[in-house]
């Protein structure tokens, strides 16, 4: 199946500091989801990504896709301890079976 | 609308019981998923329904674990016998079916095998 590489594994930030996390794919993607993880929560959907290009804005998060649809970045400006978690993109495979990626545990210090 | 239900929340269990999770998902929603997490190996997809009928049963790590979806409202996974490795949070989720939709999850069941 599909399969999507995602860095960094982990990102420690001072409260107000900005945040990135990114996948990649060796392969054109149709389209990316991006999902949050609070601890000791369930992943919870945020955006789905479609054309090449995009950029969504949700608040402080802005997404990105890849004008080639082989990657795409998840970018939180100014952090607050409520973007605490772990964040993961998703990609579809051939079977509409949804592949995550390994995730980005985000911890924001006060 | 409930969200999906799992049950139990946490399960613990000794090395050769069975394990049975059961999981309700959204009323409506045709595709139903069973993932499991842990830390080494993240988030990983076990078996994929859609109508109730398993399409993609590759992710199930081998004979030992089942899953069935005897209707629209209700599925259950099984594990016979447990071991302390199959200890994991497992998820359920599910969507309408239609394209590419996003994945609802329940709250999940934490198995913890002695």
């Known amino acids: 199946g599909q399969q999507v590489m995602q860095i960094p594994q982990y990102q420690h930030v001072q409260e107000g500091e900005d945040f990135t996390t990114y996948c990649n794919s060796s392969t054109t993607l149709s389209n990316i989801q991006w999902y949050k993880q609070r601890p000791g929560g369930h992943p919870v959907f945020l955006i789905q990504?479609?054309?090449?290009?995009e950029v969504k804005k949700q608040k402080r998060l802005t997404f990105q896709f890849g004008e080639a649809k082989k990657n795409s970045s998840l970018h939180i400006t100014a952090t607050q301890t409520t973007d605490v978690g772990t964040y993961f993109c998703a990609v579809s495979g051939s079977a509409r079976q949804l592949t995550f990626g390994s995730g980005t545990q985000l911890t924001v210090l006060p | 609308d409930a969200g999906v239900i799992q049950s139990p929340r946490h399960e613990v269990t000794e090395m050769g019981q069975e394990v049975t999770l059961r999981c309700k998902p959204i009323?409506?929603?045709?595709?139903l998923f069973w993932y499991r997490q842990t830390m080494m190996r993240g988030l990983e997809l076990l078996i994929y329904?859609?109508?109730?009928?398993?399409?993609?049963d590759s992710g199930m790590p081998e004979d030992r674990f089942s899953a069935k979806m005897p209707n629209a409202s209700f599925s259950t996974l099984k594990i016979q016998p447990s071991e302390p490795r199959d200890s994991a949070v497992y998820f359920c989720a599910s969507n309408p079916g239609q394209g590419n939709s996003p994945l609802h999850f329940g709250n999940g069941t934490r198995l913890t095998v002695t």
């Open positions: 009323s409506g929603h045709n595709s």
């Open positions: 990504l479609v054309k090449s290009g």
């Open positions: 329904f859609n109508n109730n009928v398993p399409i993609d």
